[in-house]
């Protein structure tokens, strides 16, 4: 019984195909099974989608930095303009120092080297800072960032809070903006420092 199953079924099948190439060929109705082709527009299909994309290149003063995300969706045709689920970045600075970045959400303009991250947004210094804020612009090209939202933050020597933060040269340096706040603990001594 199974010699003849494996003898019968393939040529069974090969004589229903032939049987249906013949009956198409010869009086089929060719109106029962219709294919069409439906032209889309180029630019529908014109946006990619990457996982775990990973960006890098060098700032001003060709330091390196590089940028990473779950996903970027390519939002025009050159591939400048990238959306990025959960991105992040790295900026390295002088004596190996490096300052990094990550958020809900971003904008990656690659020529602009400019990154605009969107939601809650953190960043860690390797010297032990921590800051965290909404909604940074930051430019990888000048080591850069700037925020208007309140900022909170913390350190080896204390904590902070401010209305808006701009962080210059790779976070060597952190202008804090409006009403700043910071604590300062020094050994035994406890310092309160309010700017208006």
Do not use: C
């Not at 013949?22 to 180029?42: A, C, E, I, K, Y």
């Amino acid at each position: 019984m199974v010699v003849t199953m494996r003898l019968a079924l393939p040529a069974l099948a090969a004589l229903l195909l032939a049987s249906l190439a013949v009956w198409t060929q010869f009086g089929g109705d060719s109106g029962l099974f219709r294919m069409t082709f439906n032209p889309s527009h180029r630019e529908e299909f014109s946006a990619l989608t990457m996982s775990n994309p990973h960006f890098e290149g060098v700032d001003q003063q060709q330091r390196p930095f590089s940028v990473m995300a779950q996903k970027a969706i390519q939002m025009d045709k050159a591939g400048d303009v990238m959306d990025l689920e959960a991105p992040e970045a790295d900026v390295t600075v002088d004596n190996g120092a490096w300052l990094a970045i990550n958020a809900d959400s971003g904008r990656f303009m690659r020529i602009a080297q400019k990154l605009d991250l969107d939601g809650a947004v953190s960043l860690f210094h390797d010297q032990g800072f921590e800051l965290h804020t909404r909604d940074v612009q930051v430019d990888l090209g000048a080591s850069s960032a700037h925020s208007s939202q309140p900022v909170q933050g913390q350190g080896p020597s204390g904590n902070m809070t401010a209305d808006g933060l701009d962080v210059l040269n790779g976070g060597k340096r952190i202008i804090l903006l409006g009403h700043a706040h910071l604590t300062i603990y020094g050994g035994d001594q406890l310092t309160e420092a309010p700017k208006p």
